[in-house]
């Protein structure tokens, strides 16, 4: 830990002229599960903190090195567990964002390095804070009240498994602005490579890891709108594994509201996942059951005061075809500046 906080350091030094920004964030997550297969219950709290800085390296801010690392420590019964598989779960600390991005001209793009994806894909499909090594395009073009973007990107697996699994994905997305609402349209696709290597006990036996074909498309909808001092959100997105010829569809709905003058968000949401829809060892690991699942969750979020926040979500869930029945409560305080 102290060897990567002094690399950050000396990296930090050497770009003295470079306009900068510190990143530094701490969270606590309390972690409870009952009803799980056999009568398991799991409990568990995981203490992390996320810090990092962040150069533009020319006055126009066309390009952006970031560096950041995280620690964290867990109890005991999270760092052992090994269905505990999240990287927020385990104790220690590593290299979790390294990447560089250059825009040139107005509209394109180049980005290279670490990075917890936050892309264009729904996390059905991949983990939000999954770590991924990549490489990218981004091709934008924007105007007075609409927009578009094109995506293309590699990517390799960088979390625990060392199993050298890699996918492709490209997404084309526009973009609509109106008076007090706002909505996009994505299309998405992505293909992976070595899915035989996958863990198969987090993988729920899928018929694509025998197969090691996987090729998915998919469409996403957001709608935003401003209504009575409240912003109104909806999201649908559903995806279609073209590799096999059934249980392959996955979908996900959800709803929510945020009161602006009370600064509180409630939401709900529900989503299905056939067995062989997603690859079930690197989608969303707030579920439990990876694939071939269908449940509901309810959600809250709450800014305390400025930089630190409180956030709930209650996570209900069925596998498909049987009658086992799980529940989660995650409960999370955040302080970030």
């Given at each position: ?180 609402s706002e909505s996009h349209l ?8 070595n899915l035989d290597r996958i ?139």
């Open positions: 830990m102290r060897v990567i906080a002094l690399i950050v350091l000396l990296i930090s030094c050497s770009f003295g002229n470079a306009e900068s920004r510190y990143i530094f964030d701490v969270e606590l997550l309390n972690d409870q599960l009952r009803d799980l297969p056999m009568g398991k219950q799991l409990s568990g709290s995981t203490l992390s903190i996320d810090y990092g800085v962040e150069w533009h390296l020319d006055e126009d801010g066309g390009s952006l090195l970031t560096i950041g690392v995280r620690s964290a420590i867990s109890s005991e019964s999270r760092g052992n567990e090994a269905v505990f598989r999240e990287k927020e779960s385990t104790s220690g600390s590593e290299l979790s964002l390294f990447s560089f991005q250059k825009r040139f001209g107005d509209y394109h793009h180049f980005s290279v390095g670490r990075n917890a994806f936050a892309g264009h894909l729904p996390s059905f499909v991949i983990d939000e804070d999954l770590p991924l090594d990549f490489i990218s395009y981004r091709y934008e073009s924007s105007y007075s009240d609409e927009g578009m973007s094109f995506y293309l990107g590699n990517h390799a697996v960088s979390d625990p498994y060392n199993s050298d699994i890699r996918f492709s994905s490209l997404g084309l997305e526009f973009m609509f602005l109106g008076y007090s994505r299309f998405f696709a992505l293909e992976y490579e863990d198969r006990v987090q993988n729920q036996n899928q018929v694509i890891a025998e197969n090691d074909e996987y090729l998915a498309y998919g469409v996403e909808y957001g709608y935003m709108k401003l209504m009575d001092g409240s912003i109104v959100d909806f999201y649908a997105a559903m995806l279609k594994n073209q590799s096999v010829s059934d249980n392959n569809r996955a979908f996900r709905i959800e709803l929510s509201i945020l009161p602006m003058e009370w600064e509180q968000k409630f939401g709900v949401a529900y989503q299905r996942i056939e067995r062989d829809a997603v690859v079930g060892a690197l989608n969303d690991d707030n579920w439990w059951f990876a694939s071939n699942v269908k449940g509901f969750s309810v959600f809250y979020n709450m800014e305390i005061a400025e930089d630190f926040s409180f956030s709930a979500q209650y996570l209900d869930e069925n596998l498909i075809g049987t009658d086992v029945n799980t529940q989660r409560l995650q409960t999370r305080l955040n302080y970030s500046f």
